[in-house]
């Protein structure tokens, strides 16, 4: 027995996102398919004595469904019209026939069950034609999600290339905050790679700089346009000043679209200007937060981690030979942290802070 084929697709209907089955025709048997095999299975009938009944009943099922009535085979199958569309009154007329005439076929619940008893699923791998944006990495800092505006980012997938020019493909970068810029300054465009130096949106407060990516194509002329959305958020660096003089800085970090920073920086030692990382992991199942401050590469140096578990003042460490020897930050909001870095961030957040000293 031949298995019924299926492959998970999006739902673009729910979020967080999630994905749901559709089944996959293995063919499509016309006519002709089935009258051999009625023919084959019942050999006093002649395959086109077969064929011809078909066609007689289908003609005869269509006059049916004109006079307004079904059509139903042995309680296996009913066929039948439906109505649909809008009336602004009981009186109203029906819309035109081609707008809200549609012919159904209703199968009977032993015929399902009896499908449903005996079928058997074979899973195809997820696939669609769509671009999809498989990594996102600045040029100069070489690190993953991060939207330097000094710099070019490089997009990794497939099916990316888009036509430049046309007005409504190509990709756009937005502020989950405010802010939306169609790119325009592309370095290379292909299937598989695109490289481009960034116009980033400002958004509403400084601390706003989390961002979504997307690309937009046709694949052919007269296609329909499909659009990949990068399934990570792009952070941009914050700028940090003032740490030199009387009044502390008093900047938002770690923070997604919501209108008061999760974190802010409220002070610090810094010796020269610096640029630095600050991560955040979430332990899940101790439901605490894990900050430290990180070097510009990954894998690099990190100062000690400071675990918090509500909202509150902390001292940050630094690490060895960096400028900034600690930072003082406010948890202002732990339960709004926690649930953006598990929903969005998928446990980890990194925000990169460009440290003057005035």
């Not at 070019?152 to 036509?163: K, M, P, V, W, Y």
């Not at 999760?262 to 439901?287: C, F, K, P, W």
Request: glycine letters at 6%.
């Amino acid at each position: 027995m031949a298995t019924v084929q299926w492959r998970p697709e999006v739902n673009a209907l729910t979020t967080p996102q999630s994905w749901r089955p559709r089944y996959v025709a293995r063919n499509t048997n016309g006519s002709d398919v089935l009258a051999a095999r009625i023919a084959l299975k019942h050999p006093s009938l002649d395959e086109e004595f077969v064929k011809t009944t078909i066609t007689a009943l289908i003609e005869e099922i269509r006059i049916d469904l004109i006079n307004g009535d079904q059509s139903s085979l042995d309680n296996a199958i009913t066929v039948r019209l439906s109505l649909t569309g809008r009336l602004d009154s009981p009186d109203a007329p029906l819309p035109p026939a081609e707008e809200s005439v549609a012919a159904r076929a209703i199968f009977s619940r032993a015929l399902t069950e009896d499908v449903q008893r005996n079928v058997r699923f074979e899973r195809l791998p997820f696939e669609e034609k769509l671009p999809v944006i498989a990594t996102a990495e600045d040029t100069i800092f070489g690190l993953s999600d991060v939207l330097n505006p000094s710099g070019a980012l490089r997009l990794s997938g497939s099916d990316l290339s888009f036509t430049q020019g046309a007005a409504d493909e190509g990709c756009v970068i937005e502020g989950t905050r405010s802010g939306r810029t169609a790119q325009r300054r592309f370095v290379s465009v292909s299937d598989t790679a695109i490289t481009l130096l960034p116009d980033i949106p400002a958004q509403n407060e400084p601390w706003h700089n989390e961002y979504t990516l997307s690309i937009s194509t046709r694949y052919t002329e007269n296609g329909t346009l499909r659009t990949g959305i990068y399934r990570r958020r792009l952070r941009s660096p914050l700028l940090l000043t003032n740490f030199g003089n009387p009044t502390p800085p008093n900047v938002g970090i770690l923070t997604d679209k919501a209108a008061s920073p999760y974190v802010t920086v409220t002070g610090g030692s810094l010796s020269a200007d610096e640029m630095v990382r600050i991560q955040v992991i979430l332990d899940l199942h101790a439901n605490t937060l894990a900050f430290n401050l990180l070097d510009m590469t990954e894998g690099g140096k990190a100062g000690a981690a400071v675990q918090v578990i509500a909202n509150g003042a902390y001292v940050l460490p630094g690490f060895s030979g960096s400028a900034l020897s600690s930072l003082n930050i406010t948890v202002n909001n732990f339960a709004a942290l926690v649930k953006m870095i598990r929903s969005g961030y998928s446990g980890r957040l990194v925000d990169v802070l460009v440290v003057k000293t005035n």
